[in-house]
């Protein structure tokens, strides 16, 4: 097996708590190994044991590779023009999900597969290495499954978001609606996801109708996570705990008890930057969550209605501006934050065992994301050990 050498690199972002080098394990002139897909040795330059090949990375620095743990890739159409009314003064509402589901019910298999391969390369340019995708702009049997079945080619965090709104052909009829969800709809789609998400809020599900689609995802064999309290201070995470949900995601209005409850719980805080910031609303305080010990991911919400980015730089510069994370729990969040919310162990590290998934960045340190908003820095993303990005700068 032909190993790999990556030298001299300025900063090395390992995320290896058992150095003791803050919470991001950071090491200076550091090296790694890579061998089969897989990090084999982590240290000093100086230190370093010879190997088939050698990459010089000097001056440069190496972070893992992001893991986007909450994305809705699966769609058709745009909402730019409801963006600029929103930004022009109108408010945002889970209504609009519903132009989204109307084009993607109109799009064909090839169109919707096309889209979710375009969004997946720009993530991978912006150093993205591991995401997640939920269906949930079908919003009937046949177009959920769909949307699952394409999404299994893409990625393996595959998870069914029937009850991602009301569909209009259910309006008033909720509980029927749920009775879908849980029923033929999940039956259908259960084999394609390991997850079951449900969104939580005003305008979409209640406290007694999540629990009902989160539960019987769960007696199907799936694992639960959860879009909770983004609109309202509603009873999401409370579920979330409840159900022992991997992530509870949004967490914008949150109680003091629902920050006690998500740091006395194995519950990991998914915050989506991109979300309050394409629909102008006021950010969560990550300090809240930090000072109480709950362990917090960023992810991106890419989505064509509410969070229109691909981009992890993006939403690590908002959450450190705006949202009062430190430039080192961001870059956290946004790896071993978001394997933790995805329950994965193989990835969000570069440590000894981890898949070899890693970002060189044209920066002399990952402070340089947060640093330098706007700029691409992200010069090679490779995903097991393999460049699948380059910079043709
Ligand atoms: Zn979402």
Redesign the pocket.
Known sequence: MTTTLFTSINSLVTNDESLEKGILGELANAAFIEESGQIVWVGSSSASPSADREVSLAGKSVIPGFVDS?A?LVFAGDRALEFESRMAGSQYGSGGIMTTVKATRAATDVELDQNIATRAVELYRGGITTFET?SGYGLDVENELRSLRLAVEHTEDVTFLGGHVVPEEYLGRTDAYVDLVKGEMLEACAPYARWIDVFCDEGAFDYDQSKAILQAGIAAGLLPRI?ANQLTQGRGVELAVELGCASA?HCTHLSSKDIDLLAGSSTVATL?PGAEFSTRSIYPDARRFFDAGVTVALAT?C?PGSSFTSSMAFCIAVAVREMHFTPEQAIWSATLGGAKALQREDVGAIAVGKSADFVVLDAPSFRHIPYRPGVDLVEETFISGTSIYRSNK
Do not use: G, Q
């Open positions: 909450h809705h939920k879009h995601d989506l919400d989505n």
